[in-house]
Nanobody
Framework: QVQLVESGGGLVQAGGSLRLSCAAS????????MGWFRQAPRKEREFVAA????????KYADSVKGRFTISRDNAKNTVYLQMNSLTPEDTAVYYC????????????WGQGTQVTVSS
C-alpha cells in the first residue's frame, strides 16, 4: 500500500501562485510515476500533470501547460505542483496519484486538497 498526503491548497486571487505537495509513504517503490489530477464542481476528474521516476519526463494538460510545473524529490518521496498565473477556472480539488501504470492511470490516490481562485 501507498499512502499519499497532499498539502498546500488554499484560497488565492487570480494571477497568484500556489505550490502543492504530496508526500508518499509505504511501498514507495510503487511510486515510480506520479501525477496530479483535479476535479471541479459538477465536472469529471481530469488529468493535470505527471512525472516519471527520474523527473526527466513530464506531461501536462494543455490547459495548464506553461503555467504549472511538476517536480519531485525522491529522497523525500514527495512530488510538487507549482501553479502560477492561476485563474478561477483552476478552482478544484487537486488529487495526487501514485503507482502509475502510465501517465494517466494510477493505483493509489490521496484525499485531495482544495484550491480556490477568486476573481
Amino acid at each position: 500500500q501507498v499512502q499519499l498526503v497532499e498539502s498546500g491548497g488554499g484560497l488565492v486571487q487570480a494571477g497568484g501562485s500556489l505550490r502543492l505537495s504530496c508526500a508518499a509513504s509505504g511501498r514507495t517503490f510503487s511510486t515510480s510515476v506520479m501525477g496530479w489530477f483535479r476535479q471541479a464542481p459538477r465536472k469529471e476528474r481530469e488529468f493535470v500533470a505527471a512525472i516519471n521516476w527520474s523527473g526527466d519526463v513530464t506531461k501536462y494538460a494543455d490547459s495548464v501547460k506553461g503555467r504549472f510545473t511538476i517536480s519531485r524529490d525522491n529522497a523525500k518521496n514527495t512530488v510538487y505542483l507549482q501553479m502560477n498565473s492561476l485563474t478561477p477556472e483552476d478552482t478544484a480539488v487537486y488529487y495526487c496519484a501514485a503507482g502509475g501504470i502510465s501517465f494517466y492511470e494510477y493505483d493509489y490516490w490521496g484525499q485531495g486538497t482544495q484550491v480556490t481562485v477568486s476573481s
